[in-house]
């Protein structure tokens, strides 16, 4: 796919230009990140104090939303040439780990939606040389949620790792829990510690799965929308490589030409 198309389809399927994520929705989680919310954090711990219109600048500079504080309310607006800029960044990373066969560890809080666009990674690096791990599978997640405390189980889905209640489906079927929980990505890399490696040289993902790796010295990249501050802060403070700025939550179907477009950039495609 050439850019060129790629930038019709990012604006025609609203994964950039104007995106369903609210204005409203964006600053709160500017205000709560600006305050030390662990929900908003989701696992990184700044190095910088952040306040929100510093926020506010850093998303405007990263994803292209308005740098005006008096804007409060609408559609946020997601700046289709940062990410496609991202997107180039995050495929340099992916065939730089493919050269050297690294191990690498493939995780989202969006199984719904982002699910078929981490395992076509995941076939991709595998049949280039690289191990995608799986450590961890099937140990319980404790993550303290809106409704309370409630247990997961850690699965994994054609070698992309996610959460799911205990007893909502089979192991191994695609569905999964909606989390930004950092816990999931913390206990799968210390499991793979503790069973002596190989641990990830690249970690790919969202959410926690993004920041949890990236606080703990892991190469991670991932995707992120504009109300989820935490990964560009990570990316501006160093502690994440890559972060593509883009709608996270659209059909799942829409992300197919993204997944054509990074596995050509990165020499992956079979």
């Known amino acids: 796919m050439s850019t060129g198309a790629l930038r019709a ?3 025609a399927a609203r994964l950039a230009g104007p995106v369903a994520t609210s204005r409203e929705e964006s600053l709160r989680s500017y205000r709560l990140f600006a305050a030390g919310d662990p929900r908003v954090l989701i696992g990184l711990d700044p190095e910088w104090t952040w306040a929100q219109r510093d926020l506010i600048e850093l998303m405007a500079d990263k994803c292209g939303v308005s740098a005006d504080p008096r804007h409060v309310s609408g559609h946020d607006v997601i700046d289709p040439e940062r990410t496609l800029t991202a997107l180039d960044a995050f495929a340099d990373r992916l065939a730089a780990a493919a050269q050297r066969s690294a191990p690498v560890l ?3 809080g969006h199984p719904h939606r982002l699910l078929g ?4 990674l995941a076939e991709a690096l595998s049949a280039a040389g690289c ?3 799986t450590p961890a599978h099937g140990h ?6 809106r409704f309370g405390l409630r247990t997961y189980n850690l699965d994994y889905v054609q070698g992309v790792a996610l959460v799911r209640e205990p007893g909502t489906s089979r192991p191994g079927c695609a569905t999964g829990a909606h989390t930004h929980s950092p816990l999931p990505v913390r206990i799968a890399l210390a499991a793979a510690a503790e ?4 641990l990830p040289e690249l970690v ?3 959410h926690g799965w993004v920041c949890g790796a ?3 010295g892991f190469e991670a990249i991932g995707l992120a929308d504009t109300d989820d501050p935490a990964l560009f802060v990570g990316e501006a403070e160093g502690s994440v490589s890559v972060v593509v700025p883009l709608d996270d939550a659209v059909r799942s179907d829409y992300y197919r030409p993204l997944t054509r477009y990074v596995l050509n950039r990165a020499c992956l495609s079979q």
């Open 9 to 11: 389809h990012l604006l």
């Open 106 to 108: 493939l995780g989202t």
């Open 117 to 120: 666009f981490y395992a076509a």
């Open 131 to 133: 191990t995608v791990l």
């Open 140 to 145: 319980c997640v404790d993550i303290t949620t």
């Open 195 to 198: 069973a002596g490696g190989p």
């Open 204 to 206: 790919v993902g969202d």
């Open 214 to 216: 990236g606080q703990l």
